[in-house]
């Protein structure tokens, strides 16, 4: 089968070729509870670049050779005979963890944080290919005429973004001001849902004019360039923000989003890069709450999913085929993607 296989760290994504687009063998036939999906769409992701650049992601990550790609979607080509509920032709969208269902973390939930669990594309082969087996309790069945391309991101982009904003959830209240800062490929998806599912007045901050407009289109008005821009919101009657969602998380944004907090306000953050500097004197006096957002739950995708599907959220996609993976992890590190860029194999 077809593949774009990583071969090599480039620091500097100086490389036109950085991943190789090549013939490697199909996978095994599936047994037991494994079902072998057929990829239809492959989102690609900012942790892809980090991947192909070497940047340590805080968890361990496969050798080299390597076939990235972690937000997948496709069909049921093979299943093993222990599979049940899954028939070869249903659509699927792929969980990104995959894990054995026994520890206690997955018995309250969380199966993101098992003690043992795969990530297609980051610990093991992903779905920058054809085939990939899939343990059938990472597979949520979606409809027929579910478009597999607007869904593909939703397994790390939307499973992000939700993750964040449930953790607002019972805080946010109909007067409060909430900050979403990048409003990208998972950004945008964030905003949505803070509209959707908290009661405040959502402001969307990114220095990109299309990121701005993306977010524009998707009925959230207030957009601006910067967290400085936002200054007006400590002024007057205006004591700060209840809560700022950080999918950037670099250079200086943390720090300037805790200074826009109100006291008892919640900074969330998604992005990485930064740092967050306070003083425990600071954090005890305004009562304010740090709290870092890894993805989601099994239960949140399956959310997610239904939210998409019946039309309350939209995710921006750009298609390209599979041999053009370079072009779109360059265009992704020049800044060029509107929304989500996903890989649609041959």
Request: glycine share 10%.
């Amino acid at each position: 089968m077809k593949a774009a296989v990583l071969h090599q760290y480039d620091p500097e994504l100086r490389n036109n070729e950085l991943v190789t687009y090549q013939e490697i063998p199909d996978p095994d036939p599936p047994t037991g509870e494994e079902v072998l999906i057929h990829i239809r769409a492959a989102g690609v992701c900012r942790t892809d670049l980090h991947m192909i650049s070497g940047r340590d992601l805080g968890i361990p990550v496969a050798s080299l050779p390597h076939v990235l790609g972690h937000e997948n979607a496709g069909e049921v080509e093979a299943i093993g005979e222990d599979v049940q509920g899954f028939e070869i032709g249903d659509k699927v969208l792929c969980y990104p963890f995959q894990s054995p269902g026994d520890s206690l973390p997955e018995r309250y939930g969380i199966d993101s944080q098992a003690n043992i669990r795969i990530t297609p594309g980051i610990n093991a082969s992903g779905g920058f290919c054809e085939f990939v087996k899939f343990p059938q309790r990472s597979l949520i069945k979606v409809g027929r005429d579910a478009n597999l391309s607007e869904l593909a991101p939703l397994g790390d982009a939307g499973l992000t973004a939700y993750g964040a904003v449930r953790k607002l959830m019972g805080h946010i209240r109909p007067q409060d001001h909430v900050v979403v800062v990048g409003v990208g490929g998972v950004g945008h998806l964030g905003a949505q849902l803070l509209t959707r599912l908290t009661p405040g007045k959502i402001f969307a901050v990114d220095p990109r004019e299309s990121a701005r407009n993306l977010v524009n289109e998707t009925g959230i008005k207030n957009c601006f360039e910067s967290l400085e821009e936002l200054d007006f919101l400590k002024q007057g009657d205006n004591s700060g923000v209840r809560a700022v969602i950080d999918f950037f998380g670099e250079e200086k944004i943390p720090n300037q989003a805790l200074d826009l907090l109100a006291n008892q306000g919640r900074y969330i953050a998604v992005g990485t890069g930064g740092e967050v500097r306070v003083s425990t004197a600071e954090l005890v006096a305004r009562e304010i709450s740090i709290v870092g957002s890894f993805v989601g739950t099994f239960t949140d995708l399956v959310e997610i999913t239904k939210l998409t599907e019946r039309g309350d959220l939209k995710s921006e996609v750009s298609t390209y085929p599979l041999f053009e993976v370079n072009r779109v992890l360059h265009e992704l590190a020049d800044g060029k993607v509107i929304g989500r860029a996903v890989l649609v194999p041959d």
